[in-house]
């Protein structure tokens, strides 16, 4: 097999695919700014160009309906944290079960996936508990539906 045949595996949006991506969570940050005080845009950026995978798991959330925003910055690695920060369960990730173990042991009316399952395809974590929390002192989350 010659190079050029090969399929690649690597997680990469196209230039396009990126640049979309990039101006909606420009703009999303723009508009709530609230959620993440003392922090640049443009060294947001410069961090996520440099990320291809991170890139792709926020444009997965994208896709499936999420809102991913900055929410801080990890004080030891120097890593922006995003969150969904998606009013609602997102259209894209409802009904599953929180785990595989879940999954397996449902006889009827079976979800199509779990929850771990679907951020692990994604490239992404769910968020503990504590971060949940920190996630409800942003805004108004999850009043209607659970996640």
């Not at 959330?61 to 922006?80: A, C, S």
Request: aromatic share 6%; net charge neutral.
């Amino acid at each position: 097999m010659t190079k050029s045949n090969k399929v690649s595996n690597k997680k990469e949006l196209s230039p396009e695919q990126r640049e979309k991506l990039l101006t909606t969570l420009k703009a999303r940050f723009e508009k709530n700014t609230n959620r993440h005080q003392g922090l640049e845009w443009a060294k947001v950026r410069a961090r996520l160009e440099t990320k291809a995978e991170k890139l792709w798991a926020l444009n997965d959330m994208e896709r499936t309906g999420g809102e991913p925003d900055v929410v801080g910055q990890d004080k030891q690695t120097g890593e922006y944290l995003f969150y969904d920060c998606s009013p609602e369960s997102p259209k894209g990730r409802t009904s599953l079960c929180y785990d595989r173990e879940a999954l397996d042991s449902r006889k009827e009316h079976k979800p199509k996936s779990s929850a771990m399952d679907m951020a692990a395809a994604m490239g992404a974590e769910l968020l503990t508990e504590e971060q949940y929390q920190e996630l409800q002192k942003l805004g108004a989350f999850d009043t209607k539906s659970s996640s």
